[in-house]
């Protein structure tokens, strides 16, 4: 196959991977959570590299699955799939598109990272203070006026949160 | 199932030490699910349980790729006996459930230890994400990221407890109280940690003291909590040598894989 053969075959490679879905928040994709690293066509079949979002996120496997099950199925096999953990996946890395289809989907999507250093250990009130950094919009009905119930969700990548405005509880995918 | 021996290697030693560390705590943690006090709490708990298996997870992989005896993080987890684990031994104290030993079990007990824990991880993983050994580096700069989560989950318990009511003032001083005899061996040096410095894999246990000390003393301040006198009690368990716990836990971890060997599901 000439270069331009094997280009072509990786950006059909990249379009198979949009309908890729994560199974715990299915209406992102791997590509639109931001964890693929490669896509590379080989003499023979093609070789991807993710990189995992949480250490214990049982995810990870049934992701990897699907990835090889996906582009064997669009012709593309055989297919390794690899795990990359350096540099560590961040939120920062997922895309517009993303983020969009999470408020949809009623997921506050995530904020800034906070940038590393020491985290003050203070106690922290429900109701963010007037002066809070950062203030999470209700993904219902868009009002500032939420609070967090725990740091923790159904997921790793989540938390809990609730608007004081429509009085809907909503999940929030936390900035890492 | 017969047992295995990991090599004497104190770089394979070091590995463990922090994967074991991980993998104990997060069984502990673990006990929780179905039995904290409030539904988002069991969620918690068993979060930080599942994110401290990921790392234990990565480390056991890890630590079995260096050994040269090819054993995966099953094998490494489930076939080892008591003086081959090589954890705190903080991590192994009865944390939901009281023995007869130990009379932990306390909510407090939990959220006192994951603070003490937490932090000590943090730190850690700081100072490896520039380890020589480049896999434990990316072992570390993922695991830091989490442990953040998990230092502010601990501190926000600690401070709402200590400076709750006068119950759980007292649940919470007395939970301190009982895990601080075993915060000594946190910051003890031997020769894996002598290694691991001159190799630029890790830091020396007791150069984090300083820091460790600070960042708790800081919540316990304002958890108005004191912090317990020093004891010249010093627990073994980074040696290899456990509490009387450290069996028992082994045993319902291992059982499955004890009497049905290589068993999969």
Redesign the interface.
Known sequence: MSVADLHDREQAAWRVLDDVLDPEVPVLSVRDLGIVRAVDSLEEGMRVVLT?T?????ATEVICDSVRQALESAGFGPVTVSLQ??????TEWMSDEGRRKLREYGIAPPGAV?P?G??P????PRRPLAAAPEVLNCPRCGSAHTER??????T?CKS?HRCLTCREPFEHF?P? | MNSIAVSASLHVRYVLRLADTCLIHAQRLSEWCGHAPVL??D??MT??S??????A??LLSHAGSLDGQSWDEDQLAFLRDERHYFNLTLAEQPMRRSSAHSSGGDFADAVVRNLILAVWFRLHWQALAASSD??L???A??????S??H???A??WV??LG?GTEVSHAKTQAALDRAWAYTAEMFVDDDTDAYAQAQGLGPLRSSLREAWQS?VQ??LD?ATLSVPPASSFLSTGSRGTHSEHMGFILAEMQYLQRAYPGGRW
């Not at chain 1, 250990?121 to 922290?124: A, K, L, P, Q, S």
């Not at chain 1, 119930?149 to 159904?154: N, P, Q, R, V």
């Not at chain 2, 700069?141 to 989490?146: I, P, Q, R, V, Y």
């Open positions: 995992p949480y250490s214990g996120c049982p953990r350096a540099p560590a996946w961040t906070q590393p020491p985290t250990m203070t106690f922290f119930l725990s740091a923790f969700g159904s790793a809990m936390k890492l | 988002e709490e969620i918690a979060n930080l599942l994110d401290l298996m990921g790392q997870r990565a480049a896999e580096a990316a072992i700069g993922k695991a830091l990221k989490e953040r989560y230092e502010e989950h501190a926000q401070i709402r400076d960042s800081a919540v304002e």
